[in-house]
């Protein structure tokens, strides 16, 4: 991977596949940013870095637990809701199940701090296409020094968008921790494909299998069963050791 780097501007070689190339230029370009620190601040975000990136890129701020309100975002994100979400929440995207699993997430992303990495997958219907996305969010400090910002991207892949809003559910979900000093682990785990993880055509009915961690599967109780410490404690960490 060819890369120039000139202060905060850092561009990178093309990579095949959109989500992936995407969500690895932007985890690389949060990387260059941290120069060993724990995470990058806001303020070391320069967009000339990531341009090919900006369209499917955000930036969110902590609002409350749990809940990221769109400070930036790109236009793959507007189109895909058929209006500006700016101001918006995250969880605005998803349907009211995965709003459950990304409220997780960003808990474990602000305060852990951590990497979430998830895959998902939009219901289909008359004039709505199925889509598969990918959504990475990348914790950074504020100008006050706490983490409570963001750096993101959402990549929505099919045969077109459809009729707007397009919300999605999270088919499959990885979070590892970030460790001050260390590079995080890389590369990024590849795509899973629904049929990959046992998700076929009922996945939106009533009943649903439990939200696989890639290959490993997560508890099977549902999750209107289990205590907020206990669907966090479905994130598995992944350690350096």
């Not at 993101?152 to 809003?165: Q, S």
């Not at 001050?180 to 009943?207: K, M, N, Q, W, Y």
């Not at 289990?226 to 598995?236: I, T």
């Amino acid at each position: 991977m060819d890369r120039d780097i000139d202060d905060k501007v850092i561009h990178f070689g093309a990579q095949a596949g959109l989500g992936m190339q995407v969500a690895s230029e932007l985890r690389a370009y949060w990387e260059a940013l941290r120069r060993g620190r724990l995470v990058p601040a806001r303020a070391d975000v320069d967009p000339r870095g990531i341009e090919r990136a900006l369209e499917y890129a955000f930036i969110l701020e902590r609002v409350a637990p749990g809940i990221g309100r769109f400070r930036l975002a790109g236009m793959h994100l507007n189109e895909l809701m058929g209006m500006e979400v700016r101001g918006m929440p995250l969880t605005a995207l998803f349907t009211p199940q995965g709003r459950k699993h990304v409220t997780e997430a960003l808990e474990a992303v602000f305060g852990g701090p951590a990497i979430a990495d998830l895959r998902l997958a939009s219901e289909s219907g008359p004039g709505r296409p199925r889509l598969e996305a990918r959504l990475l969010v990348l914790p950074m400090k504020s100008d006050l020094g706490d983490i409570t910002r963001a750096l993101g991207c959402l990549v929505a892949e099919g045969d077109g968008f459809g009729r707007p809003p397009r919300r999605f559910d999270v088919i499959a979900a990885h979070v590892e921790p970030v460790i001050a000093g260390a590079p995080t682990p890389g590369p990024l785990p590849l795509p899973v494909r629904p049929e990959e993880i046992g998700l076929d055509a009922p996945v939106f009915g009533s009943r649903r299998p439990a939200l696989p961690e890639f290959d490993t599967p997560l508890a099977a109780r549902p999750l209107s069963d289990c205590s907020p410490e206990e669907r966090r404690a479905m994130f598995r960490v992944i350690s350096n050791a």
